[in-house]
Structure formats: C-alpha cells, structure tokens
C-alpha cells in the first residue's frame, strides 16, 4: 500500500498536456485542398481586380505642373524667387463634364516631409494649446523655437515654418467673364486633427494668448490670422494648416486643398474654359521641387489608382496559372503512387 | 599568520586560540551566489557579461544621444529589462532554494565538547580542531579524524552514498591510541595536534600524522570520516574536525561541470555574428546614401529644414546617420531570441520529465532531463557509446554456472535445488540447478569446501544480521554479492567481519578466521586477495580475479587443470556470462613475515604508495594454484535488443564499451542483436603491440574494400606512414563488425594511427570495445568528437562510465544498482536503457524540428519587419525615419509575435510519436543537420527581405495616389505606417499558421490571441484618451480608425498578404509533391 502511493507520488501525470496528446488539428497542404483553394483565390482577385480597373477608369484625373520651369510656362515669371506676391493664371478647358463632388490638391515632388527631423520638429504640447509650451517650446522644435531675438516662436519647429502658401482661385470662364468656382476648404483634415490633437488656447481673442511671441519665420501672417472670416477655421486649427501638419510618408505627395461641391458645381465641372489664378508664394526650384495642382473625383475606393486593379488582375491570374502548373506536377508525379509507405 | 599558499595543515585538537591563527574557513557552508543586497548589482552584472544584453545597452546608450536617436529609448529598454527579468527571476529563484538548503544544512545540530561539556552546537558554528560527536544515522557535519568509536577497536561504519554515491556500507578505524580515550573527559583532555594536507578533492586519499605525546601516527584514509557520510551501525563515536564548510572534501568537490552547449547554439551564434556584420553593412549603405542625399539634396533643402548645429557637412551627417540606422535596424538582431530558446528547451525538459512512457514503475524512476540546455542535439544523435554492465543489461547478477578442480557444474535438470534442509542460513532466493555440486560439498570434496570457502572468505562484502539467521549483504558491486550468497547457500555462510577477523558458518560449524591482510581489487590488478589465518594457525592466501590475470600467475604444477578450466571458462563467457578465476596459496609462517614487514614498508611509504603497494602485492600473488572458476549471469534488460534495432535503423551507429572480456563482450554483443549471424565479418582486433595492432586494422581494412566493389576506395596505408584523413566510406557493401580489445586499442588510439582506426571502425555497423579503462572511454568519445562531426551521446550507469558522460557531447545516466554517480554526471537519466529510444527518437527529434522551425521563423519574422526600414531609407533620404510607430517597435517581438511562435516551439509535432518510433529512419534530417543550417537560414533571411520588400513597396505603390473616399490622400505618415504594421502582422501570423503543423488549443489561443491584441492595442495607443493625458507621446491619435475603415487600405493588406503568403504555399506543395520527404509522406498517411 505504502509502496504504491509511493509510485502515484513519482510517477508523472497521466494527461493530454503532459504526454504531448492534446487533441490538435494537423493541416497539411494536400491537393485537395491546395489546388481548388489557389483556384478561388485567383478567381477572387481577378474579380475584384476587374472590379477596381472598371472603378479607377472611371475615375477622372486632371494634373498640371505649374512650377514654370518651362519659359513657356504661364507661371515662369514667378519662379525668381526675388518676385515677390506674384500671381499667374493656368488656363485649361475641360471637354465633358467633370463628375462631381470633385477634389482640387495641390502636389509637391522631391519634398522631404518624411526626413525624421523635419517629422519630428514640431511641438504637440504647445499645438494642443497648452499655454506654458507658448512660452517655451520643446527643443525638438529647434533651429525654429526661438526666433533672434529670443522670442519664442509659435507654432515652432521646421513643419509648422514650412508651411505651403500658395493660393488658388479657380475661375469658369463664360462668356469672357470670369465665374468664381468656390473651394470648399472645411472637413479637408482628419476629425481627430481638427477635434482632439490641434486645439486652440481657450483665450478670446485668440490674438492675446500669441502675446510675447512671434510668428513662424517663413510666413507673412501670425497663426490666429490664417482665416480671420472663421473661428473655427483659425489658428491651430486652420484646415490648411492641418493638413500641411499631416505629414506626407514619400517625397512625392499631393494634399488636398478644397473641394468643389457649392451651387452650380456640385454635380461638377461642366465642359468649358477655367483660369486657374495662383499665388505663387511657395519657392521649390531651389532644391529642385515641382509644384503640380490636381482635379479629381473619387469612387468608393478613393481616387484613381490603377495600380491596385491591376495588381489584383496579376495575382490572380497568376494563382490560376499556378493552380494549373500543381495540377499537372501532382497529376504526372502522384497518382501512380498513391498508397503504401515506404518500408511498409 | 595567514599564509595564502597554505602547504600544510595543523590542527590543535580542543585549542580553538591556536587553531584561529591560521584563519581557517568555518563550518559555515555557502553555495547560493546572492544575498538581498547583492543579487541586483551582481546579477546584473553577471547578465551584461552576455554580449547580446551589452550590445543592447549599448543601444540604450546610443539612443540617449539626441542627434542619433532615431527611435525613443523605450523600444529597447522595454525589452531589454522583460529580458533581464525574465532572467533575474529564474536566477533569483535558483539562489532562493540554495539559501534554503544552505539554512538547512548549517543549522541542523551537533554536539560539540566545549570545555570538557558536550554542548548542542550548530553546523555553521563548528571550528576547525572541535571535538565533536556523532550518533547513529547522523550525518557527519565535517571532514573528521576519528578518534574513538563504542564499538570495539575504534571501529565505525559509515555509508558514503551522497558522496560517491556507493550504497554500500564502508568500515573506517580510529587511531589506536585514541581509541582508547573513549569517554567525553578523556577527549577533553586531548590535545594532540594534526599535520595534514591542504584541502583537496580527492575522496579516496587523506595523507597526515598525528603528533600527541611526543609520537607520531601515521594518518590515511582510513581514519576519516567525510562530510556528507551518514554513520551506521555504530552507536556513537567522536571526531576531531580537521576540514570545515568550503574545506571539505564534498565542497571541494562539487565543482561547477563542464558547461555544454549544442551545435545549434554554436551555429546560432555565428548566425548572430554574421547579422551584426550584415547589419553595419546596412548601416554603412545607408550612411553612404545618407551622405549623397545631403550633398545633392538636404543641403538644397535647407532652406525648409536646416541642418542640426553639430552637423555642418554632410560626412557627419552621414556618421550620425549610420548609427541612427544601428539603432532602428538592431532588431535583426532579436534581443529576444536566447530568452525565447531557453523557454523553448525548458518546456521540451518539463516534457522528457512528464513522459510516463519514460517511467520505469518497478523502480519508480521517472526520467529526468538534469540539463535543460540540450534537448535539440538529442535529434541530432549519430554515435552512441554505451556501457554493458547496468547499461545494456540489468546488473542484477545470478551464480550460474562454476568449474571446480576441471569438474563444470552447469544447467542440467529443471528442478530448482532446496537448500532448506541442508543449510538453514540459506538464501531463499537463490537458485541453481545442478545437484552434482550440493552432492560434491556434502560429501566433503575438499576441492569443493576450498572453492566455497574461498568464496566466502574473498570480498568486502558487509553483512548484517537483524536476527539470528536472518543475513542481509551489502556489496560493493553486484558480483560479489552473488558469489558470497552462493557460498553461503552451499554452506560456507559469511556471518560478519572486523578489520581483524572473518566469522563464518562453515557446514554449520562456527568458524574464526584471523584476516591478515585484504589485497585490494581495482582496475589495473583485476583481482583481489586475502591472506587468513584459519584456527588451526595455517595460513592461506585467497585471490579471484579475471582470468587473464590469475592465469598468469599460477603454479607451474597447474597446467593441465588450467587448460580444462580455461575452456569452461570460454564456454561460460561464449554464453554471455561473467566469469572470475579462484585460486589459493598456502604461505608458511616465514613467507608471510617477510611479505608482511616489505607490506608495512610499502605502506607507510610517503612518495608512490600506490605503486609500491601494488609491486608488493605482485609478490605474494603468486605461484598460487588454480581452483575453479564462477560464471555470474547478468541478464539483459528489457527491450534492449529491439532499442538497438531501432535505433541502428536510426542510422545511429552503437558502439559498445565495456570492461569485460572479448568473449563475453561479443556475446552480448550478439543477443542484443548487435552482431548478427548475417554479418559479412566480425573483426577481431587483439594485438599487442603497435605493430600488430597495426597489421591488423590494415587487414580489416583491406577486407573492407575487398567487398567494396569499385568506386571509392577506403585508403589503407601501408603499416606506415599515417594515413591522410581517410574518405568516407559510402560503398562498402555487407555489413561489417569490429570488436578491439583494450590493450590493442591504446595502441590504435595513438596519434599516428587514430584516423585508420576511426575511419575503419566507423565503416563498421557495430563496434565493440572490451577490456577497456574508464579513461579509454573517454579517449574513444574524443576520438570520434574529433575526428566526425557528429553528435555523440555516451550513456552508462557506474563511475567507470563518468568520464565518458562527461567528454560525450550528451551524457546519459542509467539510474540502477551501481550507486548515483553517472546520473548526477549525466544530462539525462533514465533507468532503463530501452527508453533510450523514446528519448532520441521522439523527444529529441521532435525538440530538433522544433528549435529547427522556430529559429527558421524567429528569423525571418525579424528580418520582415526590419527590412522595411532599409526600403524606406531610400524614400526619406536616409534619415534613419522609422516606417512604424516606435510602440508597434516596443511591442512587436515581446507581444505581437513572440507567442504563437513560442507555442510552435513548444508543441509542434509533424508525426505522432508512434510514428517516429515505427520509422526510425524520420530521425536522419536530424543527424544531417538538414532542418537548419547556413543554408536553410539564408532562405529564412531571403524570405524575409521579401517580404519586406513586399511589405513597403506594396502599399507605397497604392497609397501614393489613393485617396479616401472623402478624397483625403492616404500617403500620409501616420496611414502609411499603420498600413504596413498591420500588413506584417497579418503576414507573419499567416507565416506562423502555415508553419504550425500541430494546432493544439493553445494555438490556437496564442496566434489569434496576438492578432487580436494587436488591434486591441493599436486602438488603445491612438485613442483620444491616451493622447489628452499625454500629448507628447501618442502622436498616432486616430489613425488606427481612419486607416482601418478605408476598404483601399484592407485591398492592400490582402494583396500584400496574397503576395508574400502565395508563393510559399506554392512551394510547400511542389516540395511534398515532387520531393517529399519520409515525415510528409508518414503524415499523410497517419490521417
């Protein structure tokens, strides 16, 4: 008796979990399953591939490079810099209508707003409002946290100080006379830019908390100027401000700036002859940039993006290509042996 | 005086003043590392002796620099200190049980004779020259000269088994002039000093003299009681303490072993190595980008961003950068993998311990994995060198057979003889056949009652009588057990011993014999003596031993019974049986006053004792005359010749090693199915000398080839000179054999003629080694660790087989009769040989594919994840611009992914364990290291850069010009880094999946458990809660639920996804289809 509880004390558990023979599930990758399931799969893709093609070649797309690096270009006059508050017109015309609700962007190439200094340069704390960072913005905001006389600078750092500036008037041209075409510029940013991360100092006016401190060295008005019209589209919180401060993940990127979506255009561009005026502000020759504008509408998957349904299309196609290539492997090599083990 | 280099010891006896000046180490034992103070600065410091965790404290240190810092200093301290915790945990908790049992120890009680009082003294407390008392079944508390004893003659037995491991009782005697002292007053009284040896850890050897009054005494061994021995039949008995606490000879000996590590550690570290360099070479390409970048653009750009203050060219900018880049690069090398491989192993061990099919009920023995550190290589196993005795068979040892003056007693009738009538003493247990014998010694054969009485008197067996008539033996092997028993049963009954004198029953008459002296046995002599006086005042010299020894040492007059006896001894050993040779000499009076004073000289000799004794003991054995000789059965163990089967289908060649005889060797060797009838040849290697020796492996050799049959050709050289690493040998044909001889192989483990050995005996199917030292199996383990690279596993269950535990690349103890000393040499222990198969073929293949699988994924996922920082390098101008967020950095390897891959390592199987046991041949992808090498690593590593590759440009190319469908572009930062997370998770989990052959619960549990701790942690780092208390931190507010509800964004993580998971599925299927390997066709078919 002794003896055996002895033996119950030594002798190891007798379960699943210590003898390794938990119930498990063993897949293995046999025919049955592999070949129809690469057939689905490819199937699937070339559908939706189909399905995105369709959708993107709907989609319209106007573009144009308005840095005037060309002399023939309206905007060349602009690109001295030493031409100050210089305003050119980019004429175009649109031959059937250009569905609406349809997007205007601006687009900048061979602009590093993905070089971790200039992601990093910026204060958070000070554009959450908070006073105290107004007065002492965060070192990463440095060379533009102070300007040279000491003065704090807000908003700091090289995001904020870089700011795009161009501005763009669009004009329908009917009859020789040139028709306003509004920019809607509200609901451009992300919600949770404009309601949570971005906040203005709670202080009326907005003017009085940007006491003892100076503007971005780069700009020709303060930050509680950007859109004096509107409160809510002021300061921090100013949409193209906040869209600027999104930061771009590849160097060659378009943001958006309005829409077009009031009165007459709100189904679109009707076919006819548009003035594009721009504020040329904004100098990129001398790091070699491009500035372009674009029109675009969108679908239920975004804008144009040929590359996604085409993309979709060669992998599917490529999955029933492999599904036929496994089919003739398993064919030819396992069915004269399919039972019997070796050494059995 | 404290003198460091301490020559000799001096000892005062009751003098604790005197003995103070020496500053002698206290009672007081400590073997735990840390104490509470401590164990942070010194565990710490011990853990960054690790080049991995020193490495990334260098990180740490780099990131603390605010021009480099391309990544917070949280995404390396987070893991880093979960590493070292995870670490200090284990090592604080090892430390805790040996503060406890060192508690333990030094605070159990002894009384100690302080001013002529026995006082009850702690352990730790006891000094050095205290006088102290030890009752029955007490342990010793320190190494002790023992002065007087209640038994007679200062007599006192004591049981060694914690510290050799001998179960088996030994005798030790005190002084003769102490022993007189006898009682507490006297002792106190004592003050003779004691000049000894400084501490040491030699067990078996104490060198010193007493000086008291005025005289010497020569001190040895035999007066020593060591700490760790338990006190036994003895009702008390007093010591004088000569070694205390770390001084004892246990202390001494418990030296830290050999650290062993696998050949996928090895590998792993130069894998680690080489992605240290791949990695400066990452960082050297992109500091060089970095620097063209800032010379053709950033300095252009400097208007929007101007360069930081310390950088004013782009070379520096370049420097910088390229530690920037060491920093957000460093997870190619995962800080996480040791940790992970040693969770891994200590499952896989918790697994070997569980196994009941490794329980062995009759001993109540569970396996146990003593080492935790080494279960993959158990899949890796080519060589096996394997005891006999106790190995290969049970050591339980029977008396079977006997030659008696030319006459054989064998197995003849199936009647099982009675002895109760005959011989009350008798053991009822044991059994012989043969009536003839009991004939013979009742009808008084004088050569019969010689051969019975020598076998009682012969040995150092120990005999207890709890009650009249009711003999229990402790021997020391299990051979002299049996001959002593047999003796017993056939009337010449050993009743009890003193170191003077033999009492035994012989034919029920009470006899007396006066012991002279005992002539030792160990493994150079072979045999053993004794020298009595029988009650008549003859005295008669009694030697058995091995055959090759005693035969040479006979009477010339003993020729003729000497031929008959050595053919029933070949008979005896052709049947597998143990056999000793018995012989006897009657010394006059005078020989043994001559022998006896060269004796006395030898012993007290100071320099070669040993040899001298021995050359001494040469001298009287012989001219002796012959006897008989006894056959003892050791029967195989249980399964033993199936194990062998399996495993040599297992391609893992047996080498057997093993002191006995060739015949019975090759015997063995034969009903373990070893050697086999259908064998082409068994080779015979005996020779001499080199030269023979020589002639005979060149003949082995030749004959090899002779069946060889084209093709490659085994080099045999001629006798000289040595051969140029021999090819192997792929194409001889038959199956071959190759049994050397102890003598003959310390000529063919010497230099010049070690690879024609190895290269020889490894073309052969079975090896066997007889006749061979302790040390020669060492030395053959070293051989082939040499000269294969191949993975020996050494498995045995006595001391003789230690060093070979210990040299083999994995030690395997067989914990059965011959006390604990293999098993606590060992890095695993069983108690049956037969499990040796479900210890390699299961467990260690399945540890193997595990580690293999893991190491595979555990670098490829790292490698995906990292890569992509390289890609986006050329996007960001190389600015050491994180793709992800440095949380997603933090989290990635120690939460996202490092569960369903531990899981994978921990349970995955590929066939069911019956299967591996039914296919041996599933275990070779192990022993040809064929599931992860350099090449299989590469792969991972390609992987890898493909899916990273994947894994930016994918969505770089659809993002770039998506929009939402609010006409929001996506190509921002935050949309981007989001995306490509959460597209690498979703690829490593769908890696992960495909990867797990064996989706237990717990699987299942960990990989979608990770996915969804994934996005639930995701959500919870962009949230607007997170982001009010700290806006500094969370810059990511939102962007978790903005990219996740674009449908573009799921088109492209399933594209992705397609891209990287696709074709491997392709692969996979093609390799089982086209070249499938014997685990995928066993798989299919266990279904």
């Not at chain 1, 451009?188 to 009085?208: E, Q």
């Not at chain 2, 009076?589 to 003991?617: G, M, P, Q, T």
Request: glycine share 6%; charged share 20%; with cysteine.
């Amino acid at each position: 008796m002794v003896k055996e509880e002895q033996e119950l004390a030594n002798r190891p558990d007798n379960t699943a979990f210590t003898q390794q023979r938990l119930p498990a599930w063993q897949p293995m990758l046999s025919a049955g399953i592999v070949i129809p399931g690469f057939v689905l799969i490819g199937l699937a893709f070339i559908g939706i591939g189909v399905a995105l093609f369709v959708t993107s070649r709907s989609i319209q797309v106007l573009e144009f490079d308005y840095t005037g690096v060309d002399q023939n270009s309206p905007c060349f006059k602009c690109s001295d810099p030493k031409v100050l508050n210089c305003v050119c017109n980019l004429n175009f015309s649109i031959d059937s209508l250009f569905k609406g609700t349809v997007f205007f962007y601006y687009g900048l190439s061979n602009y590093y707003q993905n070089f971790r200094k200039y992601g990093v340069s910026k204060d958070d704390v000070q554009l959450s409002g908070d006073l105290t960072n107004f007065k002492t913005p965060s070192d990463t905001c440095s060379p533009y946290a102070y300007d040279s006389n000491n003065q704090p600078i807000v908003p700091c750092g090289s995001i904020a100080n870089s700011m795009f500036n161009d501005a763009f008037k669009l004009y329908q041209i009917i009859n020789g006379t040139n028709t306003l075409v509004p920019f809607d510029g509200k609901g451009i940013a992300w919600w949770t830019d404009y309601n949570i991360k971005y906040r203005n100092p709670s202080i009326t006016p907005l003017k009085n908390a940007f006491n003892n401190t100076v503007k971005p060295i780069f700009w020709s008005k303060p930050a509680y100027e950007l859109d004096t019209s509107d409160p809510a589209n002021n300061g921090f919180i100013n949409q193209n401000f906040l869209v600027w401060m999104r930061r771009a993940a590849l160097p060659n990127f378009r943001k958006l700036y309005g829409r077009i979506n009031e009165g007459d255009y709100a189904q679109g561009l009707p076919a006819g002859n548009y003035s594009l005026e721009i504020a040329y502000n904004y100098p990129v020759l001398s790091f070699d940039g491009r500035k372009k504008v674009v029109f675009s509408n969108v679908s239920w998957m975004g804008g144009k993006n040929e590359f996604l349904g085409i993309a979709y299309l060669v992998i599917g196609s490529m999955c029933v290509f492999m599904s036929i290539v496994m089919l003739i492997v398993y064919a030819k090599f396992k069915f004269p042996e399919e039972d019997g083990v070796p050494g059995h | 005086v404290f003198c460091p280099q301490q020559e000799e010891r001096r000892v005062r006896a009751n003098d604790r003043e005197y003995n103070e000046k020496f500053q002698y180490a206290s009672n007081c034992i400590m073997t735990s590392k840390y104490n509470i103070v401590t164990f942070l600065p010194v565990n710490l410091f011990e853990q960054f002796q690790e080049v991995a965790n020193t490495y990334f404290l260098f990180l740490l240190i780099l990131q603390l620099i605010p021009q480099i810092s391309s990544l917070s200093w949280f995404t390396t301290i987070v893991p880093l200190a979960l590493v070292l915790s995870i670490t200090a945990v284990k090592d604080a908790t090892d430390d805790y049980f040996r503060h406890k049992s060192d508690n333990q120890v030094n605070n159990r009680q002894s009384q100690v004779l302080i001013r002529g009082s026995l006082q009850n003294e702690k352990w730790m407390n006891v000094r050095v020259g205290d006088i102290i008392k030890l009752e029955n079944n007490q342990f010793v508390a320190a190494d002790l000269l023992l002065l007087s004893s209640s038994e007679p003659h200062g007599l006192c037995y004591i049981e060694t088994a914690e510290l050799d491991g001998e179960s088996n009782m030994k005798v030790r005697q005190s002084v003769s002039v102490t022993s007189a002292l006898g009682d507490p007053n006297n002792l106190a009284l004592f003050d003779g000093e004691v000049v000894c040896e400084p501490p040491n850890n030699k067990l078996d050897r104490f060198c010193g003299t007493l000086y008291w009054r005025d005289k010497k005494y020569t001190l040895t061994n035999q007066n020593m009681l060591l700490r760790g021995c338990v006190l036994r039949n003895t009702e008390a008995c007093y010591g004088l303490v000569i070694f205390a606490g770390p001084d004892t000879k246990l202390m001494q000996n418990s030296g830290r072993t050999k650290f062993k590590r696998t050949s996928i550690d090895r590998l792993m570290n130069t894998l680690v190595l080489w992605i240290f360099g791949f990695l400066v070479c990452m960082g050297v390409i992109l500091a060089v980008g970095n620097a063209v970048w800032e010379r053709e653009v950033g300095s252009l750009f400097q208007s929007y961003l101007p360069w930081d203050p310390p950088v004013d060219n782009f070379l520096f900018s370049a420097f910088l950068s390229f530690w920037s880049y060491v920093i957000i690069l460093n997870t190619v090398v995962p800080i996480s993998l040791y940790v992970s491989v040693e969770v891994i192993r200590l499952g896989h061990s918790y697994f070997i311990n569980w196994d009941q099919q490794m329980f062995c009920s009759q001993c109540n023995t569970p396996a146990e994995a003593r080492t935790t550190t080494l279960n993959e290589e158990l899949g890796q196993v080519e060589y096996i060198f394997s005891d006999k005795t106790g190995t290969l068979t049970q050591n339980i040892m029977s008396f079977n057979k006997c030659s008696i003056n030319g006459k054989t007693y064998v197995k003849m009738y199936f009647q099982r003889l009675d002895f109760t009538p005959f011989n009350p003493l008798a053991d009822p247990n044991f059994c012989f056949y043969d009536d003839t014998l009991l004939e013979s010694v009742k009808v008084g054969d004088t050569h019969t009652h010689k051969f019975f009485r020598l076998l009682s008197l012969c040995h150092t067996v120990m005999s207890e009588e709890k009650s009249e008539g009711e003999l229990f033996y402790k021997a020391q092997s299990p051979d002299e057990g049996a001959l002593v028993t047999a003796a017993r049963n056939f009337g010449f009954v050993f009743r009890s011993r003193t170191p003077g004198t033999i009492t035994t029953t012989e034919m029920g008459r009470p006899v007396t014999y006066t012991l002279l002296a005992i002539l030792d046995f160990n493994n150079i002599r072979k045999r053993m003596s004794v020298i009595v006086r029988n009650p008549e005042g003859r005295i008669c010299l009694y030697c058995k031993g091995a055959d090759t020894v005693l035969l040479e040492r006979l009477h010339p007059c003993n020729q003729e019974l000497m031929n008959i006896t050595s053919d029933h001894l070949n008979e005896y050993a052709a049947d597998g049986l143990r056999t000793l040779a018995l012989a006897y000499r009657d010394l006059s009076e005078d020989e043994w006053e001559a022998w006896s004073e060269s004796h006395r000289c030898a012993d007290k000799a100071a320099s070669c004792r040993e040899d001298r004794l021995a050359a001494a003991y040469e001298q009287i054995e012989q001219d002796m005359m012959l006897l008989g000789a006894t056959a003892i059965e050791d029967k195989l163990q249980e399964g033993v010749p199936e194990t062998i089967a399996v495993l040599s289908l297992a391609n893992i060649k047996i080498w057997v090693l093993t002191g006995d005889k060739q015949e019975t060797a090759v015997n063995i060797g034969y009903s373990c199915k070893m050697l086999t009838d259908d064998m082409t040849e068994v080779f015979i290697i005996s020779g001499h000398t080199v030269q023979s020796v020589r002639q005979e492996l060149g003949s082995v050799c030749l004959s090899l080839n002779g069946t060889g049959g084209g093709g490659k050709q085994l080099q045999c050289p001629p006798p000289s000179p040595p051969p140029p690493p021999s090819n192997l040998m792929d194409n001889i044909s038959g199956e071959f054999a190759l049994v050397i001889n102890g003598h003959s192989l310390a000529h063919a483990l010497e230099a010049d003629m070690e690879t024609e050995f190895v290269s020889t005996a490894c073309a052969c199917k079975a090896v066997i080694c007889c006749r061979v030292t302790p040390l020669q199996k060492a030395q053959v383990v070293e051989l082939i660790k040499k000269h294969k690279k191949a993975v020996t596993l050494a498995i045995g269950d006595g001391a003789n087989d230690v060093s070979m535990i210990k040299s083999a690349h994995i030690g395997v103890g067989i914990s059965g009769q011959e006390g604990i000393q293999a098993v606590l040499a060992s890095d695993y222990s069983f108690s049956q040989f037969r499990f040796l198969q479900r210890l390699l073929l299961v467990h260690g293949r399945w540890s193997y594919l595990r580690m293999c699988r893991f190491l595979c994924y555990f670098f490829y996922k790292n490698f995906a994840f990292t890569m992509v920082h390289f890609w986006f390098g050329f996007f960001c101008g190389f600015s050491a611009q994180t793709v992800y967020d440095q949380y997603f950095i933090t989290l990635y390897n120690i939460v996202y992914t490092s569960l369903p891959v531990l899981a994978m390592g921990i349970f995955d199987q590929d066939v069911p364990d019956q299967r591996s046991l039914e296919y041996p041949k599933l275990y070779e992808p192990g022993q040809l290291n064929l599931l992860f090498n350099k090449r299989e690593f590469f792969i991972c590593i390609a992987q890898g850069i493909y899916t990273s590759v994947v894994l930016f440009f994918v969505p770089c190319a659809v993002l770039s010009n998506a929009t939402q469908s609010t006409g929001v572009p996506l190509a921002d930062y935050q949309t981007f880094a989001v995306t490509t997370a959460t597209t690498l998770v979703i690829v490593v989990s769908v890696q992960i999946a495909l990867d797990t052959g064996f989706w237990t619960v717990i699987n299942h549990v960990f990989v979608w458990g990770s996915l969804g701790l994934y996005f639930t942690i995701m959500f919870a780092l962009h949230s607007q809660t997170l982001f009010k208390i700290f806006p500094n931190q969370f810059h990511f507010v939102g962007s978790a639920q903005s990219t996740l509800l674009q449908p573009v964004v799921w088109l492209t993580i399933a594209l992705a996804t397609a891209i990287c998971i696709v074709p491997v599925l392709a692969f996979r299927f093609l390799k089982v289809d086209l070249k499938p390997q014997l685990s995928d066709t066993v798989r299919k078919h266990t279904r």
